[in-house]
């Protein structure tokens, strides 16, 4: 008998910029970019887990009113053999630097068209750019 996978609750970005590119992030002693964002804390609002991890990662403070809500999206975590990571996505439209602090060690902007010539997170790359490009063909 298998054993049911274990979750990682977080709140992810899915952040553009004004020329349309989005931003990834590189955790240190990782490899793989992924979208801005984190765990959500007990008896936190996915979208507030948002704005206090963008502000701790990146120095970027957010209006969480100003997010749109994407949806609910899993694939296997990038970092945490055996894990599942299950995002509560978020759309947010930027127009500020971008600094990367804490455990975040590098920042990207990539035409989400392309996987950035970068080693993408399953979930950046297999679930959250695919669902993004499908978006922008439908509204093009």
Same mark, same amino acid.
Do not use: C
């Given at each position: 008998?298998?054993? %049911?996978?274990?979750?990682?609750?977080?709140? @992810?970005?899915?952040?553009?910029?004004?020329?349309?590119?989005?931003?990834?992030?590189?955790?240190?002693?990782?490899?793989? $970019?992924?979208?801005?964002?984190?765990?959500? &804390? #007990?008896?936190?609002?996915?979208?507030?887990?948002?704005?206090?991890?963008?502000?701790?990662?990146? /120095?970027?403070?957010?209006?969480?009113?100003?997010? @749109? +809500?994407?949806?609910?999206? =899993? @694939? %296997?975590?990038? /970092? &945490?053999?055996? $894990?599942?990571?299950?995002?509560?996505? $978020?759309?947010? =439209?930027?127009? =500020?630097?971008?600094?990367? #602090?804490?455990?975040?060690? &590098?920042?990207?902007?990539?035409?989400?068209?392309?996987?950035?010539?970068?080693?993408?997170?399953?979930?950046?790359?297999?679930?959250?750019? %695919? $669902? +993004?490009?499908? =978006?922008?063909?439908?509204?093009?």
């Amino acid at each position: 008998m298998s054993t %049911p996978p274990r979750i990682i609750h977080i709140a @992810a970005a899915l952040l553009i910029g004004p020329d349309g590119r989005t931003l990834l992030v590189r955790k240190r002693g990782t490899e793989a $970019f992924m979208q801005p964002g984190g765990k959500i &804390e #007990a008896h936190e609002q996915p979208v507030r887990a948002l704005a206090r991890e963008l502000e701790e990662e990146l /120095n970027l403070f957010i209006d969480p009113a100003q997010t @749109a +809500y994407l949806g609910q999206f =899993s @694939a %296997p975590a990038a /970092n &945490e053999p055996g $894990f599942i990571v299950q995002a509560e996505l $978020f759309l947010l =439209s930027i127009d =500020s630097d971008v600094h990367p #602090a804490a455990e975040i060690e &590098e920042v990207r902007w990539i035409d989400p068209a392309t996987d950035g010539h970068l080693t993408l997170a399953p979930l950046t790359r297999d679930v959250i750019l %695919p $669902f +993004y490009r499908a =978006s922008l063909t439908t509204i093009a």
